[in-house]
């Protein structure tokens, strides 16, 4: 079955699906997060087909998430390393973990806990916030034009115009 391109499309989301939207992505980058840098440590740790680990693989270093350099001492092998967009991908990571832990858990809980290396402390989904720290919800958004979207001027005026009803699930809520 053909999926879709989302690469052309005008909505960052749908251009963010067109790396990550893969059902393997998201599992190479947390297995990336959590310090895999080997093949045969994402094989081993996420169970899945040689051929294609190496094309997912393969993928995620076109779109520039990850890196693959040799390893050091020469040699055929390879590691695979996060690039400044694959860590500026941490915190979307952390939310949507955070959102799994909280709507998806087993009824165990969460299976793991993010901790910081340096002291312990539980490591929490991002908030949204304001320059001046007061957390912002769905209700306090407005979309607006950006630099690249005159073409799209009429589209997001249209979704602007549904922002309401999103407001008023978001308080009833």
Not at 71 to 94: D, I, K, M, Q, W
Not at 146 to 169: D, H, I, T, Y
């Amino acid at each position: 079955m053909a999926s879709t391109d989302f690469s052309a499309m005008p909505c960052p989301i749908a251009r963010a699906l067109s790396v990550l939207g893969e059902r393997w992505a998201m599992l190479i980058m947390r297995e990336a997060f959590y310090g895999s840098t080997r093949f045969d440590e994402f094989e081993r740790r996420l169970g899945i087909a040689p051929n294609i680990l190496s094309n997912r693989l393969k993928a995620l270093v076109e779109h520039g998430l990850l890196e693959k350099t040799h390893t050091p001492g020469g040699g055929a092998r390879h590691v695979y390393t996060l690039t400044e967009s694959g860590r500026e991908f941490f915190p979307v990571f952390v939310s949507l973990k955070g959102w799994a832990d909280r709507w998806r858990a087993t009824e165990h809980g969460p299976l793991t806990i993010l901790k910081d290396g340096r002291d312990g402390a539980e490591i929490r989904p991002p908030r949204l916030l304001r320059d001046d720290g007061t957390e912002i919800t769905i209700g306090d958004v407005e979309i607006v034009p950006g630099p690249g979207a005159q073409a799209f001027r009429s589209e997001l005026e249209r979704f602007n115009a549904m922002l309401p009803v999103a407001a008023m699930a978001d308080d009833e809520a």
